[in-house]
């Protein structure tokens, strides 16, 4: 009986994580697996288009299959599920996060601003890696070359390229060719003219679906797409035991090599057609933040995998015996009772299908933009309860006025199936490769077996390359031009900004200049807080100076604040502030950096000025107790930075309560005029942020033993958050020296400067109050 109670536990544990698992992998399916769900739609129309439709027999359609099965095998079951998914970056997957993993385990960033502090976060290394590797040759020479570190960006950027031209490819192609169901002559078939104007309407309705986020998007399509693979499925079935039972024998690879002696070069032709029963793969991978490996890998095995094939075996068991009707095989091999049914369950599945990538493509962005990559953009947190789900409005609208170009513009399944092909095996492609490095710098395996892995994945995917590449006058040109277009402007927004950082660090201020200030600065100190935002994350940036000679006046305290991207994932809340100290104690300079991983989502935070106040008021007592230690109470010009958890107000001096003053009035001193107090009371009521803000008030703790010094300081520092908060910014114009070549001038003064202009500002994105703003106007010269 005892044995039976001490076992209860356990069950339940395993019951609840079975449940989790499964409520997951039935999401995922409405996520993740759309796409390749979608694909029977149209890969033996494409794969027997062009030459190879003269080699219409039973061999070709038998070593079609074949192709097609070990195609899923090889890719998306061997390398993706057992080998890819393991790769992860602390649960998040895609291009970007094998990247920020060779980042954090090789110096390959382009961006000078990584701290050893970053190094400490508890995210920063996988569980199980040796931090203290030995680092091997070949590591040291990529660390060493430049050009390598540029190259192996500009191949990463690639490749985020391709996604986000799947994220064009996938609604078009998916939703296309789904309605062309409608030209089924049994059925009354509409002209391509209404086939094609259907689609753009489905799609503008797909697009517009977006805002509403993943979760709910997840629950709404996952049973359309469970309801459709067992359709395919039962169907596949159906259509192998009527029509050709033998199609079993065509798993065997001997078809293969029969395929290729007879059809030649026409054959290597079609694995362009091959490769679209694998598109969608990437999503699974990509799409990892969302869900787990484990419900991924189960739902593929489970369902996904075994009704995809039993799907094309049936489809080849049809086609064996009615090769005539390959134009249109997927809809042919449906038994006419249940036409209907299947056709309203295709546009279903395809407007599923286009979600996953979509949802693949607003992840992708996110972490561009995160690493400095892409210009600023408006990111939504779309769940409460889920994190990391984001909506990205203008990449939304840009995607689907780029479908509906796509649609239009060429019309022919065929044409969009060769640009798809083409942009979903560079993913692949890019993806195998970065694979390989991650084996030897993150896993710290032998470098032979990353080159087994390179070399067996590399050529299978080499080959479905080379054949995708051959169809770029056929329409394999559309992602080519769109990747061409978005690598050139994410190169020149991350050229830009690496060169303006860089010139922040060659004129930033140094400290002997701030020492012969003195203590006032050589100006009136008023009160209040003034937090100038920098991006550097070391010394005084020039625009502290150019603000001194001026104006007449500084704040009381002043706090240089970075907000800084990690890469990792997420930084926890605890870890997410480092606090240091500028100067000697006396002058109140201090220094913030906010850490944000690649996934998280900066959102308005109205607590940041009081997390401020206690942050720093932390540090002032940590400060305090180490120097009692050492007996030596002389703070350093540029101290070390701590991190302060924000969470943990213990150990600060200060007593954060609920201020009961009424709304728009202050019970304490400020140094603002009436005029501004009513104007910001005004301000705060229009925008309705009244309401949401909490409102309190710090006092110095009376139960605690302060020194005095501290209490001083800390006096000091209330007292200026009472009077009021300053955020300080520059206004940066960046133009190119005069003796730069014409391509960087290009660069800078009009690609770069363009890109400003039309993106959104610092100060929104750092969700800074207008009514406290002050900016700098600086020009940099790079």
Not at 64 to 89: C, E, G, H, N, R
Not at 389 to 399: H, K, S, T, V
Not at 451 to 463: D, H, K, P, Q, T
Request: aromatic share 12%; proline share 4%.
């Amino acid at each position: 009986m005892d044995e039976e109670i001490g076992a209860s536990p356990r069950q339940d544990q395993w019951r609840n994580h079975r449940k989790t698992l499964s409520i997951l992998a039935f999401q995922s399916f409405g996520v993740v697996y759309g796409d390749l769900s979608t694909s029977p739609l149209y890969v033996f129309k494409s794969a027997m288009s062009g030459n190879l439709y003269n080699y219409r027999d039973e061999i070709t359609i038998f070593g079609l299959l074949s192709l097609i099965f070990w195609t899923l095998t090889l890719l998306p079951l061997l390398k993706y599920v057992i080998i890819v998914l393991s790769a992860d970056d602390n649960g998040e997957g895609g291009t970007f996060a094998l990247y920020s993993l060779l980042c954090r385990h090789a110096k390959l960033s382009l961006l000078p601003n990584q701290q050893a502090a970053d190094e400490e976060l508890s995210t920063y290394y996988q569980p199980g890696c040796d931090r203290a590797a030995v680092s091997s040759p070949f590591k040291r020479f990529l660390e060493k070359h430049r050009k390598l570190r540029t190259c192996l960006l500009l191949f990463v950027l690639f490749g985020a390229c391709m996604v986000i031209g799947d994220g064009v490819l996938t609604p078009t192609i998916s939703v296309l060719s789904a309605i062309s169901g409608l030209r089924d002559s049994d059925t009354g078939g509409l002209g391509n003219g209404w086939v094609v104007l259907i689609a753009c309407v489905v799609l503008v309705g797909l697009f517009a679906l977006q805002h509403r986020g993943t979760h709910r998007v997840a629950f709404m399509f996952a049973p359309i797409v469970v309801l459709w693979l067992l359709s395919i499925g039962g169907i596949g079935l159906y259509n192998i035991i009527r029509w050709n039972p033998r199609i079993c024998l065509a798993l065997s690879p001997h078809y293969i090599v029969k395929f290729f002696k007879r059809t030649g070069r026409d054959g290597w032709i079609a694995l362009g057609g091959v490769l679209l029963a694998v598109t969608g793969t990437e999503a699974m991978f990509a799409d990892l933040g969302h869900f787990t490996a484990s419900s991924i890998r189960l739902a593929f095995v489970g369902v996904i995998y075994p009704c995809l094939v039993l799907q094309y075996m049936g489809q080849a068991a049809f086609l064996s015996k009615n090769i005539s009707d390959v134009e249109d095989s997927f809809y042919q091999s449906i038994p006419r009772p249940v036409f209907w049914p299947m056709f309203v369950l295709a546009s279903l599945a395809a407007v599923v299908g286009s979600q996953s990538v979509i949802s693949a493509t607003f992840s992708i962005v996110k972490q561009c933009l995160s690493l400095g990559c892409f210009p600023r953009v408006k990111v939504v947190h779309t769940s409460r309860w889920i994190y990391g789900q984001i909506y990205i409005p203008e990449i939304n609208w840009i995607l689907m006025v780029l479908c509906l170009a796509v649609t239009v513009g060429f019309r022919d399944i065929t044409v969009i199936g060769n640009a798809y092909g083409l942009a979903c095996v560079a993913v692949m492609f890019v993806t195998t490769w970065l694979m390989a490095l991650v084996i030897i710098f993150v896993w710290q395996k032998n470098i032979l077996l990353a080159l087994m892995f390179l070399v067996f994945f590399g050529s299978i995917e080499g080959a479905y390359l080379s054949s995708a590449v051959m169809k770029v006058p056929q329409g394999g040109w559309a992602p080519i031009a769109l990747a061409f277009v978005f690598m050139f402007i994410m190169y020149v927004w991350h050229y830009g900004t690496r060169r303006k950082y860089l010139f922040d660090l060659q004129n930033k201020v140094s400290m002997k200049w701030i020492l012969t200030l003195g203590p006032s600065l050589g100006i009136m100190r008023v009160p209040g807080i003034g937090l100038i935002y920098t991006e550097l994350v070391t010394g005084v940036p020039a625009i502290f100076s150019h603000f001194v000679t001026n104006l007449p006046a500084f704040h009381q305290i002043l706090v240089f604040v970075c907000v800084k991207s990690v890469p990792v994932p997420y930084v926890p809340a605890d870890e997410r502030y480092l606090i240091g100290r500028i100067g000697p104690r006396q002058y109140r300079m201090y220094r913030c950096i906010v850490r944000y991983g690649y996934k998280d989502v900066q959102k308005e935070d109205e607590n940041f000025e009081n997390h401020l106040v206690m942050s720093i008021a932390k540090f002032i007592q940590m400060e305090a107790e180490e120097a009692a230690s050492s007996g030596s109470y002389e703070s350093s010009t540029e101290g070390r930075m701590a991190v302060i958890h924000t969470a943990d107000t213990v150990g600060t001096g200060l007593i954060m309560r609920d201020s009961n003053e009424a709304a728009g009035t202050s019970l304490t001193r400020s140094s603002k005029s009436e005029t501004l107090q009513s104007l910001q009371s005004l301000y705060e009521q229009e925008s309705g942020s009244l309401s949401r803000r909490r409102r309190v008030r710090f006092q110095i703790s009376e139960e605690e033993r302060i020194d005095p010094q501290v209490r001083d300081e800390l006096s000091d520092l209330l007292e200026a958050k009472e009077a009021g908060v300053a955020y300080i910014i520059g206004h940066s114009y960046v133009k190119a020296r005069k003796n730069s070549n014409f391509l960087k001038s290009f660069a800078i003064d009009y690609a770069y400067s363009f890109l400003r202009k039309n993106c959104r500002g610092p100060s929104v994105t750092l969700h800074i109050p207008h009514i406290s703003l002050i900016e700098v106007g600086m020009i940099y010269y790079v």
